[in-house]
């Protein structure tokens, strides 16, 4: 008994300690990952907030963009023409899915709208592989995929660019989405349509922008993904390691997104490598899903949500 | 001489088979107080509904200050200075009473998205400017106490309350009332009779309400507009609407002698 306790509450501490240059890589990995993961969840955030729908969608948004952006420099296409074309098409979605999803389904149920996003999620599906065609393709950012060494610390390049390129990202569009009067005519589309529109709101053009938002933030998420793994149908699953990341900052916050993706991040690679040999690896999987489960026991709000008010 | 404030003309409302506005006119004054009346039904929110862009017309037109428009989208309608409130209390109740009262603002509010971000210069006096705007309003209607409150949090006399400080942080020109006293107390239709004839007063804001409570009606508007089956039946001074007898058939049935 006394073993089993000191394998589960010393004995990985002690390891860490044990050898701190290989502790940090780990974390260093584990705050990589998370910070992909808030760079997928804040799609969902960003649409969520604006219009109280969960786009079921989002995971398949960044597989469309990164099969758009790799089938256009298949063809020979420079990076930075793809790029803009790429951000153009995800933009033209934005706009249709405007016009034909949402505009008809104002003031619906949103378990309606929910639906909705489900349908478009098969349809991009089936599109972009229509278009695109559906075998593994190789994105190449001109990014070495290598290594360098800081303080005896391994830090890969590519993930190191992406990281970087997420937290930049990240903070822009939680600083504008925070602090400009765009942000509170969002949380306003959220919480009532009619009531939004009454004091001069435009919705059409803010689920425009917020779906193109979502939509380059996509690509984003889709660059960096698709350069380490692969441009490949897995990558629309990505977006169910952002389900948890949600569930821990709240479905309406820009920073929760952020520290929800940390955390996870993190807590899955440290769990995995010091925890992960007690009950024979593979915790990763499924790590940030039970931790989701505490949270929706104790704090199903998340950390940063809106307090959830119903009045009886 | 200049045109009225509002000229809703022979404006009719069909939903399929159904009509809820037939060729119905009307006119609202500046600076006046206008009341909607009529039983249940009688296709009053409808006809506020169309003059805040919500609804558009089957037939008819809706002129502001002389100028069609009749088919405007509720932003843009907004945007020409009418601000309403709703029948079920449209507040946005994750937001706190300040926030929900600060989104009345928002038309008020331009300048640079870069500054607001940072907060910074022109951008942060703008923000304390509306700010304290919104305090005033606060101030008027009595609910500093509640300020930081969700407004889900509150009672329903207290809601409807919000909903007008909301309403008049946009400093309307027009203001749509649907119903501003359903399922108040006693004392609380006082407050809010007081509030609106308060509002007209102090910044010569034209109303126009829909009310069920014809005392409430009677006291304080300058003109009652009667309307029954989606038709206009009375038009005219308190005191006349009261004693008109198409208005008493509607109100109290048809007497067959």
């Known amino acids: ?312 | 001489m200049t045109a009225p404030l509002l000229e809703v003309q022979q404006v009719s409302v069909r939903f399929g088979a159904l009509t809820a506005l037939s060729e119905v006119s009307l006119t609202v004054e500046s600076g006046k107080i206008l009341a909607i009346i009529g039983p249940n039904g009688a296709g009053k929110t409808t006809l506020l509904n169309v003059i805040s862009g919500f609804y558009h017309p089957t037939a008819g037109r809706i002129l502001f200050e002389g100028r069609d428009r009749t088919h405007l989208s509720p932003p843009d309608v907004a945007e020409l200075g009418v601000a309403r409130t709703f029948q079920n209390v449209a507040l946005f109740k994750g937001m706190s009473v300040l926030d929900n009262i600060m989104t009345g603002r928002l038309l008020k509010m331009n300048g640079s998205f870069l500054l607001e971000a940072l907060y910074w210069g022109p951008a942060r006096r703008q923000e304390l400017a509306h700010r304290a705007v919104v305090e005033r309003i606060i101030d008027f209607l009595e609910i500093q106490a509640i300020r930081k409150t969700p407004a889900g949090r509150l009672p329903y006399g207290l809601q409807k309350r919000v909903e007008l400080a909301r309403a008049l942080a946009a400093e309307p020109r027009l203001l749509l009332l649907d119903e501003p006293m359903a399922g108040m107390n006693v004392e609380e239709k006082e407050d809010m009779c007081r509030f609106i004839l308060d509002v007209n007063a102090e910044f010569g804001t034209s109303i126009t309400l829909i009310e069920h409570d014809m005392s409430v009606v009677m006291d304080i508007s300058d003109r009652v507009v009667v309307l029954d089956y989606g038709r206009k039946i009375a038009d005219g001074l308190p005191e006349h609407v009261r004693k008109d007898r198409a208005v008493l058939d509607a109100y109290l049935g048809v007497s067959h002698d």
């Open chain 1, 1 to 312: 008994m006394t073993e089993a306790l000191y394998a589960l509450l010393v004995g990985p501490f002690k390891d860490m300690g044990s050898s701190p240059a290989f502790f940090a890589e780990v974390l260093i990995g584990g705050i990589f990952a998370g910070l992909m993961y808030s760079l997928v969840a804040l799609g969902f955030v960003l649409i969520f907030k604006a219009s109280g729908v969960f786009n079921f969608a989002q995971g398949v948004m960044v597989l469309f963009a990164a099969l758009t952006l790799v089938g256009l420099m298949e063809r020979g296409m420079p990076v930075a023409l793809a790029l803009a074309i790429t951000a153009g098409v995800m933009i033209l979605l934005a706009l249709l899915i405007e016009r034909i999803v949402l505009r008809p389904l104002v003031n619906q149920a949103q378990i309606i709208l929910f639906m909705a996003t489900i349908g478009l999620n098969f349809f991009l599906e089936g599109f972009g592989e229509m278009l695109w065609g559906s075998n593994v393709k190789r994105l190449d950012v001109g990014i070495p995929d290598t290594s360098f060494k800081v303080a005896g610390v391994l830090i890969n390049r590519l993930e190191l660019t992406a990281a970087i390129t997420a937290a930049v990202l990240v903070s822009i569009l939680a600083i504008f989405f925070q602090r400009t009067r765009i942000g509170r005519a969002l949380r306003a589309v959220a919480d009532d349509h009619e009531a939004a529109l009454s004091i001069g709101i435009p919705l059409k053009t803010i689920w425009v922008v917020v779906w193109s938002v979502a939509g380059l933030v996509a690509i984003v998420a889709g660059i960096m993904w698709g350069a380490k793994s692969g441009v490949q149908f897995s990558l629309s699953l990505v977006a169910l390691k952002a389900l948890p990341v949600l569930i821990l900052g709240g479905f309406t916050s820009v920073p929760g997104a952020v520290v929800g993706g940390l955390i996870i991040g993190m807590g899955e690679k440290l769990g995995e490598v010091y925890w992960g040999p007690l009950v024979g690896g593979a915790i990763e999987n499924w790590f940030a899903y039970v931790l989701a489960l505490v949270f929706l026991l104790f704090r199903p709000q998340g950390l940063f949500g809106e307090r959830i008010i119903e009045r009886v």
